[in-house]
């Protein structure tokens, strides 16, 4: 099974942030820093933001500019070997959205990720065939070729492979509306094989799956939402719309939709008894 790596995503950002806090160590504005280097201020503002690499002869000026030398400049140029390495997901940036790639370099070092779902089984949950079937239902709104579609299913299944099977995986915690579960994709035999696919994943002793059921309260008025959690990096939100994704990175932010998910978790099923739902949808799809 594929092991868990260091991501260059996290690494790019990592050493934008790194580098932002330097300069303000030395009370330098960003247009100042830029002055002085005879750079634009937006190269410096792309640099710190991690929307444009820095060669290591950026890095070495900006270090002497900001006096920063030994370990930590070594530190940096750590950062830059590791953000210059190649992430699976960028096998597939040609047929998937630019901030999903981002979410799935950031994904790839998270430690911790709660993910709330009122519409459909959650990508990093779907089969292959329920998968196709939830793609090719916004093919025609999206504009996804046929060849665009088979890159998407391999990319979601790809992308399960890594995170839930990886050596020290992330905690993964899932809350699923019931109509999720009802909301049928293809033939009876890809719901059926989707509910059997969720019994099974719910076993694995890093995941947890909890329902929220039709009859309970919805405590939180709120769309699907990711929260990831790191080890020595700040939390991030990932929210997705039709056209377009962004995440959200303010810590007051970020901590109202953590208090979110564990209020929706709170009103759900336990995972026994989410199992158990699980278990009489399939059999209703087998009809």
């Known amino acids: 099974m594929p092991s868990k790596q260091g991501s260059p995503t996290v690494r790019r950002l990592r050493l934008g942030q790194e580098l932002r806090l330097h300069r303000e160590r030395r009370k330098l504005t960003g247009a100042k820093a830029a002055t002085e280097l005879g750079w634009s201020p937006s190269k410096v503002s792309r640099i710190e933001a991690a ?16 006096r920063v030398d030994g370990d930590k400049l070594d530190e ?20 998937l959205p630019e901030e999903y790639t981002k979410f ?9 990720q709660r993910n709330w779902e009122p519409q459909l089984v959650p990508g990093i949950l779907q089969t292959e065939d329920y998968a196709r079937e939830v793609i090719l239902a916004t093919r025609g709104i999206a504009r996804i070729t046929h060849s665009g579609v088979r ?15 990886r050596t020290d995986p992330c905690e993964l915690s899932v809350v699923l509306d019931e109509s999720a579960l009802m909301r049928g994709f293809g033939e009876l035999s890809v719901m059926r094989e989707q509910m059997e696919h969720l019994l099974e994943i719910s076993l694995l002793p890093h995941v947890s799956i909890h ?76 009809r």
């Open 76 to 95: 940096l140029f750590g950062l830059l070997r590791d953000a210059e390495q190649r992430g699976w997901w960028e096998d597939y940036e040609d047929s």
């Open 211 to 286: 329902v929220l059921t039709l009859d309970s309260l919805h405590p939180v008025n709120t769309g699907a939402f990711i929260h990831l959690k790191f080890s020595g990096f700040d939390d991030v939100v990932y929210l997705e719309q039709l056209y377009s994704a962004h995440f959200v990175d303010d810590l007051q932010k970020v901590a109202g939709y953590e208090a979110a998910f564990d209020h929706i978790r709170s009103e759900a099923l336990d995972e026994d008894e989410s199992r158990v739902l699980i278990q009489r949808k399939a059999m209703l799809w087998r």
């Open 104 to 112: 799935l370099g950031l994904e790839a070092e998270a430690t911790f």
């Open 51 to 66: 929307k444009t690499m820095p060669s290591a002869d950026d890095i070495k000026v900006m270090a002497k500019l900001y």
């Open 151 to 165: 890159s998407r299913v391999e990319a979601r299944l790809d992308r399960q492979q890594r995170v839930l099977h």
